[in-house]
């Protein structure tokens, strides 16, 4: 029944632009924080993005602060992730994942989808 769904990934060149968008169902998605994680092949998992539940407060990975940007539309049970100038380095399997406000034991994750930046 809970189900989180990536999509937006592809193919594009350095310093191009995709929007990542992952649709919720199943939960009370305003009472979730929701975060994008990556992983690249041979690495671990790392925090790219999140936002609180109520959209107040966003927070970014080093490496991509200033290019990244995470919002959501609660009326949509939808987060999104605008990644701008690409690079190489941002190729990942990218992940959608909520967390219970207040337990972060209650926790849901999408499936992933693959962006490659590549010439």
């Known amino acids: 029944q809970v189900q989180l769904v990536e999509s937006g990934g592809g193919l594009v060149q350095p310093g191009e632009t995709l929007r990542l968008s992952c649709i919720a169902s199943g939960f009370t998605f305003s009472s979730y924080s929701m975060s994008w994680y990556r992983q690249a092949p041979g690495k671990e998992r790392e925090l790219v993005a999140s936002?609180?539940?109520?959209?107040?407060?966003?927070n970014y990975a080093d490496s991509v602060k200033g290019r990244f940007t995470i919002s959501r539309d609660n009326a949509k049970n939808t987060v999104f992730l605008q990644m701008n100038s690409l690079k190489p380095e941002d190729t990942a399997v990218y992940y959608c994942?909520?967390?219970?406000?207040?337990?972060?034991?209650?926790?849901?994750w999408g499936q992933g989808t693959q962006v490659t930046v590549s010439s």
């Open positions: 994942k909520a967390r219970y406000y207040a337990s972060s034991y209650m926790t849901y």
């Open positions: 936002i609180t539940n109520t959209g107040g407060s966003t």
